[in-house]
């Protein structure tokens, strides 16, 4: 790997080491603020299972987030990275508790502003009800739990020391559960976008473990995350503890409790998949972002207590806050952007080819989108989007989900469909004899649009159809995701971010 | 291994209390010797309680540094040692006032003597009553209410005997300077109620702050 792609990777670190700072408080703040566990021991431990998240579990975790747009080059992801960043670190500043999330939103869209890239209005939007549902559903989660445990654990006749010793011990398990996965979750979006460009051997350990180099990668923005909740985290925990709420230990341990479960139940895939196979009904899966579950849980538990523990005011600053964090990352990332390509001459953005086909028109139309006025631009190759972008609102005003749906249909995105790829890749665990056949039956086809792809692989058959039944969907859906991984030639590295 | 830890220090504090407990007695034993001029085993019960209470103040010192280097109970900390501390004191007024009996060997008239002897019982009531509501503090929060009820009861009751004492005092045939000896030593065992009653007073606001 040159030294280059280093100096771009330190973005990453850099944006790894601003998210420690700010999530610090969500796994270990209420153990802090409530003095139950020192700041260094907290930090320690939360380092390391950061750390242990972001190898082990890290890999392959694509949140909604990537589905907003697709940063593709070094110099762009470099951008978007520091702007991130230094926003995350403003907000620190400004005491405001915002999500990781909502800054790198913030950054995508700034991305696709500058240029030109329409945004995903249903992921937009999915992001824009996690912001309301995480909060809402985690206090609901925390004063619930803070009743129960009211009438049931407060009224058992332990020790008081001893209490406080299983406390302290709950704390801990919280923390080390909540840094584990927020290293397995967030991993993706701290290293990801660097994931093709940093070309790492595997390294033996010992010769007791192997680390890809993904994983080398992932434990170099885990370690960046450790030491930005070792010599920042202090700064958001002080503004939970000093400003925002009061908190006991025991209300601090119900809240993480209910910060993790709210996390847990409403966004784990393996407790869906659990559900579905034992014929459980299951929970909706919902977004949720790990820094609103935790304001959320702190008021309710703070209302299930005493509402007088809970600053109303701050509160008001940090909701202000939710709403700031996005447009400052996204004005930073417009900025940066500017000055990296127009004044260090770096490419931000790679040309990505936009072909409106007949099939694209076919499409267009089977969903309502009006073509008469893009019809003469079938077969017309362009290579820039803010072109293509022109172009077509020239002759027509859409809106920006149609917008989207025409830049997502007229992508030129090459698959190939390889008998070879299929026998040494897809395990017959996983797809059927008929699946593996009927791919290989399409053997040498190739495509230039997804949607033509999609068309001939997974619509002319039964094979990968809803049915109904959600255990068999869930897997026809995630086998349709390896396949498309499998088969595309062109855009590899836009799997990863 | 915390909860080890944990339950050595649980063991500290009751042993501690136990202390307190048993100086009171030790206390109740040595006036009555000296009201029955028992003179040698009053010294020896003085001794006994000198050395109660110099493991008593060991034993508080010790679980104090294990509260703070450990960090334990954080919000409850300072009312715990608190509590331990004004205790403590409690502790301290039985031995000086056992000791004041030793130096200045007060002339208890054969008429008052009853009145001591329930006085100092009912003063020690106080402050046993005061010791099973801080150990209740720690494990049945709900039955520290009963105890400073009753603590409550025995320093009025204390306060009556006490007064009738002086009362009484004040209406022998005797010097001014014996009737001020002796009013003062009522006073002293009094003080024992009285601390228990502060104690109480601490444990009460305590207890509000841990149900809050």
């Known amino acids: 790997m040159d030294i280059s792609a280093w100096f771009f990777i330190s973005s990453a670190l850099f944006l790894g080491w601003s998210a420690g700072a ?30 242990l998240g972001s190898v082990i579990s890290g890999a392959g975790t694509t949140e909604t987030l990537t589905d907003l747009g697709s940063v593709n080059a070094l110099a762009g992801s470099f951008a978007v990275a520091v702007s991130v960043g230094i926003s995350i670190i403003l907000m620190i500043r400004a005491k405001v508790l915002v999500s990781s999330s909502q800054v790198i939103l913030g950054g995508i869209i700034g991305w696709n ?13 999915k992001i824009l009800f996690s912001w309301v549902a995480s909060p809402v559903i985690a206090a609901i989660f925390g004063f619930i739990l803070f009743k129960i445990v009211k009438n049931t654990v407060l009224k058992w ?9 299983y406390t302290r011990i709950g704390l801990i398990i919280a923390g080390v559960l909540a840094a584990y996965s927020f290293g397995a979750n967030n991993i993706a979006n701290v290293m990801g976008m660097f994931v093709d460009s940093a070309h790492l051997s595997d390294l033996n350990v010992g010769s007791i473990f192997t680390l890809t180099g993904e994983q080398q990668l992932f434990l170099f923005g885990g370690v960046a995350i450790a030491v930005g909740i070792f010599t920042y985290g202090t700064n958001v925990m002080d503004t939970v503890g000093e400003d925002f709420a009061k908190i006991s230990p025991i209300t601090g341990l119900v809240a993480i409790s209910a910060e993790i479960i709210v996390l847990f139940l409403f966004t784990s895939q393996k407790l869906e998949q659990f559900l579905l196979v034992n014929n459980l009904p299951t929970i909706p899966l919902v977004p949720l972002s790990i820094t609103q579950a935790f304001i959320g849980a702190i008021i309710g538990t703070g209302l299930a207590k ?98 989207y749906n025409i830049f997502a249909y007229s992508l030129i995105d090459s698959f190939v469909v390889d008998s070879n790829l299929i026998n040494s890749k897809l395990s017959s665990d996983e797809f059927s004899e008929a699946e593996i056949n009927f791919l290989k039956s399409l053997h040498s086809k190739s495509y230039s649009h997804k949607i033509d792809f999609e068309k001939d692989v997974f619509q002319s058959n039964d094979i990968w159809q809803n049915t109904g039944d959600k255990l068999n969907d869930k897997k026809n859906k995630a086998n349709r995701v390896i396949i498309e991984q499998l088969f595309r030639i062109n855009r590899s590295n836009k799997s990863h971010k | 291994m915390f909860l080890k830890k944990t339950r050595k220090l649980e063991t500290q504090i009751d042993e501690y209390l136990d202390l307190v407990i048993k100086g009171g007695l030790v206390f109740k034993l040595g006036i009555k010797c000296y009201l029955d001029n028992q003179m040698n085993d009053f010294e ?33 900390r300072g009312d715990v040692l608190g509590l331990l501390e004004s205790c403590d004191k409690a502790l301290n007024i039985t031995t000086d006032t056992l000791l004041e009996f030793s130096v200045e060997i007060p002339t208890i008239l054969p008429e008052l003597k009853s009145g001591f002897l329930e006085l100092a019982d009912s003063s020690i009531s106080c402050l046993e009553n005061t010791v099973s509501g801080i150990r209740s503090y720690f494990r049945n929060i709900d039955a520290v209410r009963d105890y400073v009820t009753k603590v409550q009861f025995y320093k009025k009751e204390t306060n009556k005997i006490a007064e009738k004492i002086k009362r009484n005092i004040y209406r022998t045939d005797t010097d001014l300077s014996f009737k001020i000896h002796i009013r003062y030593f009522a006073f002293h065992i009094e003080r024992i109620a009285e601390q228990s009653e502060d104690v109480c007073d601490r444990l009460s606001i305590a207890i509000i702050k841990r149900l809050e």
């Open chain 1, 113 to 125: 502003l500058f240029t030109g890239s329409p945004t995903d209005n249903n992921a937009l939007y």
């Open chain 1, 306 to 403: 005493d509402p007088h523990s809970i600053n109303f005011k701050v509160l008001g600053r940090i909701v202000v806050g939710w709403g700031v964090a996005p447009v400052t990352s996204a004005l930073i990332t417009v900025v940066s952007l500017f000055f990296i390509q127009n004044v260090f001459e770096q490419t931000v953005v790679l040309p990505e080819p936009y072909e409106i086909t007949k099939s694209v028109i076919a499409r267009l139309d089977s969903e309502g989108i009006e073509t008469e006025n893009i019809n003469d631009l079938v077969n017309k190759e362009f290579l820039n989007k803010k072109e293509f972008r022109n172009e077509i609102l020239k002759r027509y005003n859409y809106s920006n989900e149609q917008l």
């Open chain 1, 22 to 51: 700010n999530n610090a408080a969500n796994i270990f703040g209420t153990a802090v603020i409530s003095k139950m566990v020192k700041f260094k021991t907290a930090a320690i431990i939360a380092g390391i299972f950061v750390i």
């Open chain 2, 44 to 76: 020896s019960h003085l001794k006994d309680l000198r050395k109660i209470e110099e493991n008593a103040d060991d034993l508080r010192r010790n679980i104090e540094i294990k509260l703070y280097t450990r960090t334990l109970i954080p919000e409850a």
């Open chain 1, 157 to 165: 006749k332990i020790h008081l020391l001893e209490f406080d010793t």
